[in-house]
């Protein structure tokens, strides 16, 4: 017993710096790239602020009409087309507006750099098996880390404002339509691989025509799990200053407001809720 004491207390004075080395990571990266976080940053928050001053600057009924109508067009659904109208004047009502409108800018750019980065690595990961076992811890550390933990690295590089919360949903999402596309690309039947080849077709063919129309279904689910996980980082990406409908959450959570904290989280529910079924896929939508 004596023996195991003194090995336990052995362990515990004798821990692996593993947050001396953490600091040293990131202190190496701001002194040596710290110019490229401040373009980044700088091209980041050029493209949120001007995409919300651009929505800011059409009345909130006149953009309502714009979004039923495009509802209507994409989904070809009268309901769906008045569900957003009566929904999004719900918000107007509340005073949410321009939180809306700030959490929506978010969520575009977060989608599009999810999107962008996962689906390429997923297709690669679904080609190269060893890429894919090299990766695979890498994305389960990212979905599983807290949250909270990006938030630290992200204030040190960009500092506050709405692109560190921008990176930390995309750090936390993007394992998401990498993982979606792989399992797509994985599962395209054999017979139609067989049939292209022997169509002669070129390895770029057979991607664009065959493997990646078949597996347009599980990425565009990987695109809807996109949308709604970024909009699940509004309230975190609000404690760096992101702004958006987790800022009066936030504020609600601090000075105890019951009232404010519902109808804030009511109006992300409303934006959710419209968000997946607009881009819901159409066999899931009925």
Not at 80 to 95: E, H, I, P
Not at 96 to 120: F, H, K, N, Q, R
Not at 171 to 176: A, G, L, Y
Not at 228 to 251: D, K, T, W
Request: charged content about 10%; glycine content about 8%.
């Amino acid at each position: 017993m004596k023996v195991l004491i003194l090995a336990e207390h052995w362990i515990i004075h004798h821990s692996i710096p593993v947050d001396v080395w953490s600091v040293a990571l990131i202190n190496f990266i701001k002194n040596n790239f710290q110019g490229f976080f401040d373009v980044l940053s700088g091209v980041l928050g050029f493209l949120l602020g001007t995409t919300t001053d651009v929505l800011k600057a059409v009345p909130a009924l006149v953009l309502i009409v714009i979004f039923s109508v495009l509802t209507y067009l994409f989904k070809k659904s009268w309901s769906l087309a008045l569900l957003v109208f009566v929904a999004l004047l719900f918000v107007l009502n509340q005073g949410y507006w321009e939180p809306t409108l700030e959490t929506i800018s978010l969520i575009i750019y977060a989608t599009i750099a999810c999107m962008a980065i996962g689906v390429p690595i997923g297709i690669a990961a679904a080609h190269r098996p060893t890429l894919y076992r090299v990766i695979r811890p890498v994305l389960d550390l990212m979905q599983t880390l807290p949250t909270f933990v990006y938030l630290i690295p992200t204030l040190v590089l960009f500092g506050l404002g709405n692109v560190p919360g921008l990176i930390s949903t995309v750090v936390f999402v993007v394992p998401t339509p990498v993982r979606l596309t792989y399992v797509g690309i994985s599962n395209v039947p054999r017979q139609l691989i067989e049939a292209g080849l022997a169509f002669g077709a070129s390895p770029r063919e057979l991607l664009w025509k065959v493997e990646i129309p078949a597996a347009m279904p599980t990425i565009l689910a990987g695109l809807t799990q996109v949308i709604m996980l970024s909009l699940s980082m509004v309230v975190i990406a609000a404690l760096v200053g992101a702004g958006g409908l987790g800022e009066p959450v936030v504020e609600a959570m601090e000075t105890v407001q019951i009232g404010s904290g519902f109808t804030s989280g009511l109006a992300i529910v409303v934006v959710a809720v419209l968000l997946d079924r607009v881009f819901r896929p159409a066999k899931e939508s009925s």
